[in-house]
């Protein structure tokens, strides 16, 4: 699908905001839906379901983590949060909600389309549910639990692997500590932060090893961890 065929829905109560979005997204070749509040966010989603859905934190109606849940249980399309400063914990709770990613204010407009262009690509690679998740050097075969570099296997635990493969499946996305730690340990373990960082440690050591940058799984401050396109 080309970019002027992808519909995305830009949701702010900021005029210049949602004016400065639209201008920029209609001259990148998308098609822009806007809406000003969560309730015509939610109507515009459901009369012209988006390719992509760029969201502000602060509505004058709801709040914006709220809105993503909404939408997220029933809609497929990536989630990209726009924050403000110092919202750290908001900013988590809309991950948690089902964010796909974020970006804070101020941004400039080539931020925003890559992260855009990031997020339509990831989620067209994902809509044949891939039992095979190629990023960068990476190789992960799912049923076969299997992780590569240029065709060398990585020797990892079930732990690493598992760490590993929520990183993958969530397609760039980023994934909070306590959803790493509920996904890969259990509901019990939401608060084992030490657990999570040594094994996160032991993983990151082990792509290195195999040629894998370090920063390919990238630590977000206060938030968790995403896995990026890296060498």
């Not at 390719?51 to 709220?66: E, Q």
């Not at 598992?162 to 499946?169: F, I, N």
Request: a negative charge.
């Amino acid at each position: 699908m080309s970019a002027g065929e992808q519909r995305i829905l830009v949701v702010d109560d900021e005029r210049p905001i949602r004016r400065a979005l639209e201008v920029t997204l209609t001259k990148a070749g998308y098609r822009v839906l806007t809406a000003t509040t969560g309730d015509e966010a939610l109507t515009a989603a459901a009369l012209t379901p988006p390719d992509l859905v760029i969201l502000d934190l602060m509505l004058p109606d709801a709040d914006g983590a709220d809105v993503c849940r909404q939408l997220r249980d029933w809609l497929a399309a990536p989630i990209l949060l726009i924050s403000a400063v110092g919202e750290e914990a908001d900013k988590i709770r809309a991950l948690d909600a089902g964010a796909d990613d974020y970006v804070t204010k101020p941004f400039s407009p080539g931020e925003l389309l890559a992260r855009c262009r990031a997020l339509l690509r990831r989620a067209a690679g994902q809509k044949g549910g891939e039992a095979v998740i190629d990023v960068g050097q990476l190789h992960i075969d799912l049923p076969r639990r299997m992780v590569t570099v240029s065709g060398e296997e990585v020797r990892l635990t079930p732990t690493e692997f598992d760490l590993l493969k929520a990183l993958a499946v969530a397609g760039g996305r980023p994934l909070t500590h306590q959803m790493l730690l509920r996904t890969v340990w259990g509901p019990g373990y939401a608060d084992e932060m030490h657990l999570l960082r040594v094994n996160m440690g032991r993983l990151r050591d082990k792509l290195q090893a195999e040629g894998v940058e370090r920063g390919a799984i990238e630590t977000l401050t206060g938030v968790g961890y995403r896995l990026r396109e890296a060498g």
